[in-house]
């Protein structure tokens, strides 16, 4: 059976999680996190990501990056002020897409967060000592359809074929209702990052179906840091009104402060900092008391209860008919944010499970059933929002409406306006609201190939579908000659099939190349690991070797030295490997046996 | 059960006929009044073998065949759901190519509305709850009365086939349907 295993893709935090003998579980090596800070650093050596991504980052803000999420499948008029508070460039790309620039170089959210994914596969990789090709990946249960296909074709460009896209909250509900075996209805309350959910699942039996999902993809955690961020701005200012914050640096330590700010309050009445500003060498110390935050974000957490009420009404239940409510993502772990769930829904939530790991093993449960691994339970999803067309007028005719369960396929006709068309325009949106000026702009289907008829005498049947990942497609065929129409699609947020190919064509030129820089990078760094090593050990050499096997050592570090100048990574390979043998001897005695100790590490990495 | 949708001795997906309809694909006769415990149990039962999860590594056509019969069967299932869904639906199966007046009302509805919806802006203007409720439940009553109207018309209709006044009837009650469900909805979203 081919492993399928689930990943978190984060906004803050990425990690992946899969079926063992033994049960669900993250993957993780003995004594290594499991997580993989979903930050990525560009450095003269390529990229850096997790954790060295986050450590490097207070020093190469503007090569930085961090909250990809919240630029997948959206465009600069909707970021707004976002864009303004991000230590890293954006720019605006072909039709409203957006890039991130570094350098000289741009790149889409997606291709950045492909980054995240290949780190997190190479470890998962590295720890079940297999390959992985295929993933479920989570996303917020309220991403639209141009988010979502950012998300696949983010784990394209990592090499890996996405089995499904499952909600975050119903990944957690699977982790949950499995261990629970409860029934009834539970709310699943999820606040990461950058993104809130709010979902209702109905549990019986073997089925779990989402009743109704609401949310918002651009509030989480991130926020709350930005509040605390701006509280300090205000405070400093106070003191010093000519401060600026502008520059990358002073942005991403205003950042870093509040986040940390922000963790100690969740189990500490005050906070006391001390920033240092590099640029300016201005510092500025002080408390942050838990009060001032609760009052900061309560605005904000005052949103989601809105959602909460909401996606009630859609489920047509009162909030005494939820039998549980399950916590998910960093942020639930914030005292108010628990205590303020818990007036709402009139119940304490439910903690057992851990807030960090639940969507990742959810998804490692949903990959093991997609494998084949079992089939003792089915989740039953919906679409988060309505999906339609523009009609006369600027009005949303909606075709699928929200909360319907996936798949699910509908059809609607079209006719022509005059004598002889052949082609008909369609405007698809996402949204609840009545105008599509209100709702997400997706794209344009153009239907090409209808045969010539008169005016209103073509029937054009469009298919819209869909699928179990909440992935739109749409065909169409012309009813009266059966003759299917062509369909262009023009994604508004998204990359064409045509750009998706050339970058995945790109990245397989350059993954040899890729793979060639990093070894070398590696090979380097252990030659100089050795040949401390043998200088250090030097003077036990001169007692244990031989002239003539000294100068033989001293030449041959001599040609390693000139392959550590070229670009060959396996030439360097072998110029350090010849070394090895000539240390070998050195391996009677104990500083020996750490030079080797050192080449034997360098050839487990290949 | 049976569902030509699949077969529960061979194990399969079934091609799907084109002109099957949703009292079908769950295996019910064409009735208005249907056993709702049984209904969700069928759907259940059809998605725990038919829904793309369980074909994920199936050949591509299969696949897409999940996906078909699983769009199909949620449409089904969601349609029948519901008393008006399941009314408008069965309706326009057996008007087939007869023609029904689209816009018919009971005598007096519209007039009646239009003075509901007045008072409704009035109230929601004011934000007096107490009077806002008591609308409410006068068209919960309605609504539900109407809806218990479909079951009587329906009944009549299947002893008196030939009598197409009864389809126009139902079509006017669910023309009124219509109206009391924008209100509603109104007065549960502001």
Not at chain 1, 77 to 96: M, S, T
Not at chain 1, 128 to 148: H, M, N, S
Not at chain 1, 183 to 189: F, I, K, L, Q, T
Request: with cysteine; proline share 4%.
């Amino acid at each position: 059976m081919e492993r399928i295993i689930g990943i978190d893709l984060g906004t803050t935090n990425s990690l992946c999680a899969t079926v063992f003998e033994d049960g669900p579980e993250v993957i993780e090596a003995a004594g290594a996190s499991s997580t993989t800070p979903s930050v990525m650093s560009w450095t003269d050596s390529g990229w850096l990501v997790g954790q060295e991504a986050r450590e490097s980052g207070i020093t190469n803000p503007e090569n930085t990056i961090f909250s990809i999420k919240r630029l997948m499948g959206r465009d600069l008029n909707e970021l707004g002020d976002y864009v303004n508070q991000l230590p890293y460039q954006i720019v605006e790309a072909q039709r409203q897409l957006i890039k991130v620039r570094i350098g000289e170089n741009e790149y889409t959210p997606q291709e950045l967060s492909a980054e995240i994914l290949k780190k997190v596969k190479m470890q998962a990789e590295a720890v079940l000592g297999e390959t992985i090709q295929k993933a479920v990946i989570t996303v917020p249960a309220y991403f639209d359809d141009a988010q979502r296909q950012a998300t696949r074709d983010a784990a394209r460009f990592a090499g890996l074929e996405v089995a499904r896209i499952i909600n975050e909250p119903t990944a957690a509900a699977i982790a949950y209702g499995l261990d629970e075996k409860k029934e009834g209805h539970v709310a699943v309350y999820d606040l990461g990052g950058g993104t809130f959910d709010i979902s209702i699942l109905k549990l019986s039996g073997k089925i779990f179906k989402v009743v109704a999902t609401h949310g918002n993809t651009q509030l989480g955690g991130d926020d709350f840091d930005k509040a605390v961020a701006d509280a300090l701005k205000e405070r400093i200012q106070k003191i010093n009104p000519d401060a600026t914050f502008d520059d990358p640096e002073s942005k991403l330590l205003l950042k870093q402060n509040a986040e940390s700010i922000k963790t100690e309050l969740s189990f500490s009445p005050e906070s006391s900092y001390s920033l240092e500003f590099p640029k300016t060498g201005l510092t500025f110390d002080g408390v942050f008391k838990v009060d001032e935050f609760e009052s900061l974000i309560s605005q904000m957490i005052e949103q989601t209860l809105e959602s909460c009420s909401h996606v009630l009404r859609e489920a047509k239940l009162a909030v005494e008919q939820i039998d549980e409510v399950v916590l998910v993502g960093g942020s639930t772990v914030i005292p108010i944010v628990r205590k303020k769930i818990e007036s709402f829904f009139g119940k304490p939530p439910h903690v057992a499970i851990d807030p960090y790991k639940v969507v990742a093993i959810g998804a490692g449960i949903q990959g093991h059933l997609l494998a084949g691994g079992r089939r003792d339970f089915l989740l039953l999803d919906v679409i988060p929002l309505a999906l339609g067309i523009e009609t006369l007028g600027g009005t949303f005719s909606k075709i699928i409406t929200g909360n319907t369960t996936i798949p699910a396929e509908e059809s609607e006709t079209f006719t022509t306006n005059v004598d002889n068309q052949t082609s008909i325009d369609v405007n698809i949106f996402q949204g609840e609201r009545e105008l599509i000026k209100d709702c997400r702009a997706l794209g344009q289907f153009k239907l090409r190939g209808i045969p010539p008829m008169k005016s209103g005498y073509p029937l054009v049947e469009v298919l819209f579908c869909v699928d179990a990942n909440g992935i739109l497609t749409v065909s169409a065929t012309e009813k009266r000659s059966g003759q299917k129409a062509e369909i262009e699609v023009i994604p508004f947020h998204g990359l064409t099939q045509f750009e998706i190919e050339r970058i995945i064509e790109d990245s397989y030129e350059h993954a040899l190349d890729d793979f060639n820089q990093r070894q070398l990078i590696e090979f380097r760094q252990t030659a100089e690991r050795v040949f401390r090593g043998i200088e250090q050990s030097w003077d036990v050499a001169e007692n244990s070797l031989s002239g003539n096997e000294r100068t033989e050592i001293r030449k041959q570090m001599e040609s390693v030295r000139q392959s550590m100048q070229g670009q060959d990574a396996q030439a360097l390979k072998v110029q350090l490997d010849l070394l090895g043998d000539l240390t070998r001897p050195l391996a009677d005695n104990a500083i020996g046996r750490k030079i080797l100790a050192e080449l034997q590490e360098n050839e487990s990495v290949i | 059960m049976t569902s030509p949708l699949f077969c529960f001795s061979c194990n399969s997906l079934q091609t799907i006929a084109d002109n099957i309809n949703y009292f079908e694909v769950l295996g019910f006769p064409l009735c208005f009044e249907i056993d709702h415990d049984e209904l969700g149990n069928r759907y259940q039962r059809l998605s725990l073998e038919m829904h793309p999860d369980f074909f994920a590594t199936a050949p591509e056509k299969e696949k897409r065949l999940s996906e078909k019969s699983s769009a199909l069967l949620n449409a089904a299932f969601s349609t029948l759901r519901k008393p008006t869904s399941r009314a408008r639906y069965l309706l326009s199966i057996l008007t087939g190519d007869k023609r029904l007046k689209s816009d018919t009302l009971p005598e007096g509805f519209l007039q009646e509305m239009f003075t509901l919806q007045e008072s409704l802006d009035e109230l929601l203007e004011s934000g007096d709850e107490t009077a806002l409720s008591g609308i409410n439940e006068n068209l919960q009553g309605r609504h539900t009365d109407i809806e218990s109207d479909y079951a009587v018309l329906f009944k009549k209709f299947e002893t008196s086939p030939e009598n197409s006044e009864i389809l126009q009837q139902l079509q006017t009650q669910l023309n009124s349907e219509r109206y009391l469900r924008r209100l509603l909805d109104r007065i549960n979203t502001e």
